[in-house]
């Protein structure tokens, strides 16, 4: 068992863009904080794509519904990575993101991840960008995994990335 706190959602009326992680990092649930890993893109990836005034610290995490944001995981077990999760965990999260999203209504569900969202969801030929299918009945925009083990992508895609997912919410710059 991991010592620490749970790592619940952050969640407010009105957000314009819930993000949804795949599950907290080890270190994430040890200190408490959303992304809290070294490493971890997902700050700097709000702050490059214009939706924070600067860049935020994990232990700040609270404070994202003054930029009408939140944050929540498909999956509450934490991890090394997010390969040692089973599909069957993921889509009951899935489940569960169903609920909390009808119960917030974000104007858009940004999933962090695009193998977790493919299999919790069951859309296996899912790309990134918007999806015609919608959790909760909101619109969803599958967004790369901001966590410093996806190799994937520079923090210039991500900056870009994040801001067209933010500009479909109606953000305006």
Known sequence: MIPGPMLGPILAPDLRVL????NPSLRSAEVGHHFARP?????????DAGL????????EDASLP??????????????????????EELRAGAAALER??????????????????RVAFARPRAAMGLQAERIGGR????????????????????ARLYAEAAAYAGRED
Request: a positive charge.
């Open 19 to 22: 993000f949804v992680g795949i």
């Open 139 to 158: 619109p969803v925009w599958v967004l790369p995994n901001p966590s410093g083990l996806n190799a994937h992508y520079k923090p210039a895609d991500f």
């Open 100 to 117: 909390t999203v009808r119960r917030c209504a974000p104007r858009l569900v940004a999933m962090l991840g695009l193998t977790a969202y």
């Open 39 to 47: 490493g971890n893109r997902f700050w700097a990836a709000l702050h």
């Open 52 to 59: 924070t005034p600067r860049r935020l610290r994990p232990d």
């Open 66 to 87: 003054l930029y009408g944001l939140g944050v929540t995981n498909i999956a509450d077990r934490p991890t090394r990575d997010a390969a040692q999760l089973s599909g």
